[in-house]
C-alpha cells in the first residue's frame, strides 16, 4: 500500500480519492475543513473510505505520493504553502489546469525544498473515464512516475523532461474546449431569446452532423458552463496568461471567460444552484435566466 495525499475535495479530488483508496492509504485535505462546510467534508471521506486531515502539515506528514487538485486561482498558492513542508522523498503531482509558466514556477519553488515536482496535464473530464482519465506527465522524473502512476491503475502517458510543455497542450486545448461551450452558450442564448433555437441547432447539424447537435450535445456544453463555470472562468484566465506569455493575442480566450463567468453570475442572480437544474435541459435553463420579472 502506498500512502497518498490528495489536496482538494471537489469533484475530481473526490474520485481520485475514492478509488485509489480500494488499495492505498488515502488523506485528503481541503481549505473547505475550515469553514462551515467542515462537517459535510469529512461526512463525504468516511463515507469513501479516506482520512480527512487536521492541515495541510498533517496531510503532509508521511504521505508518499502527493496530488494537487485545487482550483487554477490557488494551485501556486498552494505550491507555496507546500514546499516547506515537504521532504525529499515525496513527490508533488501538480494537475492543475494553468500556464506552463504557473507550473514552472510551482515547480521550482517544491524542487528548492528537495521534492520531486511533477507537471500533469488532465486530458479531459475526470468523469466518467475516472482513474482511466488521461494524463500527460512532465518533468525530470516524469518517465519514472509515468510508470508509477499507472501501477496505481491510472491512465498517464510521459510527455515530456521539462516542465511546462504537457501544460502547453492542456491549455490550448482548452482555448477550443472551453471556447466551444462558450459559444454554444452565447449562440443558444440569443436564438431562444429570438424563438428560432430550433433551426439554428437543425443548421449546425446540417454542417456538423457526428457531434450530436441535434441531440445530447448541447445540453451537454452548457451544463458544464453552468456547473463548472467559475472554475473553467480561473483556468481560461490561465489560458490567456499562457497566450500572453508568447506574444499571442488573447481576446476569443479572455471573452471565454467572461461568457464562462457570466453564466455563473446570471444564475447566482436568479439564486439558482446547478442541483436544481438537474437532469439539465438547456433551453429550461436560459428561460430561468431570461425570464421577466
Known sequence: MTDITIIGFGEAGGILAQDLASDHHVTVWDSKLLTDLNHAM??????????AATSLADALNGAALIFSVVTAANALT??????????????????????????????????????????????????PKRLATPLLLGGPDAERCTALL?????????????????????MCRSI??????????????????????????????ASFPSLGWDDAFPHYLISRVAEHGKRRAEEMQEVVKTLHDVNVPAAMSQATVATQQGLVDALAQRELQYAELTPFVWQQTLDKIYAKA
Do not use: W
Open 176 to 205: 477550443m474546449i472551453k471556447g466551444l461551450e462558450a459559444l454554444t452558450t452565447e449562440c443558444l442564448s440569443a436564438a431562444r431569446q429570438y424563438g428560432v433555437e430550433q433551426a439554428v441547432l437543425d443548421s449546425l447539424h
Open 78 to 127: 498552494l505550491a507555496q504553502q507546500a514546499a516547506p513542508l515537504l521532504k525529499p522523498q515525496q513527490t508533488f503531482f501538480d494537475l492543475n489546469s494553468v500556464a506552463p509558466n504557473t507550473k514552472r514556477a510551482a515547480a521550482e519553488i517544491i524542487e528548492s525544498y528537495g521534492a520531486h515536482y511533477i507537471d500533469v496535464a488532465v486530458m479531459a473530464p475526470v468523469p
Open 150 to 170: 499507472n501501477g496505481l491503475g491510472l491512465n498517464a502517458r510521459f510527455r515530456s523532461t521539462e516542465v511546462g510543455e504537457a501544460s502547453a497542450i492542456k
Open 42 to 51: 469529512h461526512s463525504k471521506a468516511q463515507q469513501i473510505g479516506v482520512r
